[in-house]
């Protein structure tokens, strides 16, 4: 019986998720109520608020969830050079590819800005504690680094999935390696 209920609690969480991430493509969190989420995942409201207590708790475990997924994989590998950096953000691309929907609506003006500082942050710790102390890069410089890198492949990212992934993973991946590893210097 008790698998019975926990297969109802992913459900419901699954329906209220995707009713949130539907309802984000077309206008911003402040605007979306319990009350038209739980309508939209055919969910009563004290279902609803056994799982969340309002629509910015749902929108909150959506992020972690998907900040838990990056640290978890991010933490899988270790950036020993510059080709498998490569691989890294390619795998990262994919991810990002797979689940575009999702990062479209978050990363949109819909979507919760603490959101992209939150992935930023993820990136900026991973970035900090390998690809920096292989490159030997000094310390009072490593922030401001690690900011203008994941920043740089952030907004690239989101040009991409907002121009509809006109380029492979792969191209997109290439190119965030090139511009991180040779920056301006690639073009000449």
Not at 137 to 147: N, P
Not at 167 to 172: G, H, L, M
């Amino acid at each position: 019986m008790s698998e019975k209920l926990d297969r109802r609690k992913k459900y419901t969480r699954k329906v209220l998720k995707e009713s949130l991430i539907s309802l984000l493509s077309e206008k911003p969190i402040s605007s979306v109520t319990v009350k038209e989420l739980c309508q939209l995942a055919d969910v009563n409201r004290s279902t609803f608020y056994t799982h969340y207590s309002d629509q910015y708790d749902l929108l909150e475990k959506i992020e972690e969830e998907i900040a838990d997924d990056l640290v978890k994989y991010l933490n899988s590998y270790e950036i020993t050079n510059e080709e498998q950096s490569l691989k890294i953000t390619l795998k990262l691309v994919e991810y990002i590819k797979d689940n575009h929907y999702m990062f479209q609506i978050l990363l949109n003006q819909n979507g919760d800005p603490m959101f992209e500082k939150r992935m930023m942050n993820i990136a900026r710790r991973f970035i900090m504690f390998n690809w920096m102390e292989e490159h030997n890069v000094e310390h009072h410089y490593s922030r401001y680094l690690s900011t203008f890198v994941v920043s740089g492949a952030i907004n690239v990212i989101k040009d991409w999935i907002e121009n509809d992934m006109d380029k492979s993973p792969k191209e997109i991946a290439e190119m965030i390696s090139k511009f991180t590893n040779e920056g301006l210097s690639f073009l000449n």
